[in-house]
């Protein structure tokens, strides 16, 4: 027989995993409590029993979700010897797998929405689970970056450059093409740019 107890348990995180799904796909402005009550067939009073309120329950979730990128990105990045174009499609392939749709997008367009403090520690989350892990990457000696651009800008421009992952509204490359020749035309772009640096007039 299953106590309360384990009940309990098994609502809270059926209502974590239904609150993933909604926000990670159309984001935190565009779901409701209800919707996630809805998805898990639960009433509203009943998800507030488990949680205060939608930010509380977002912020769960981009902490689960920005812990298990930071695992991943640890392991990608730990492999030693491998070419750095291979190693940024594999991070790009974990992030488009475990994001429906652009996580800088996802968690900076919230904002308006939340709390300082849920600001704070959400821009927290972001930082140390996804841009420290990818500045790492970016100060590979091999990789060389142009005079002026840091490691930390490198990370970050990056993580803004992926939208044409996450769509196919204006996806770069053939669109016949494999998942990996079509993140790896792009990453092309995002590591060498789009011109010869000398310019012919």
Known sequence: MVTRAEQLAKTHQAILDAARKLFLKHGYAATSTRDIANAIGITQPALYHHFKDKEVIFLAVITTVGGEIKVGLDQILS??????????????????????????????????????????????IFRSDYVQPLQAFFEQPQLQLQAGVTPAMAANFYLTSLSPLFNSFHRIGDPAADERTQVQILLKMILFGVAHTEITK
């Open 79 to 124: 492999k030693t010897g491998q070419d750095p174009l291979e190693q940024l499609t594999d991070v790009s392939l974990l992030l488009t797998h475990k994001h429906p749709a652009d996580i800088f997008t996802l968690i900076h367009t919230s904002f308006k929405d939340l709390s300082r403090e849920h600001i704070g520690q959400l821009a927290g």
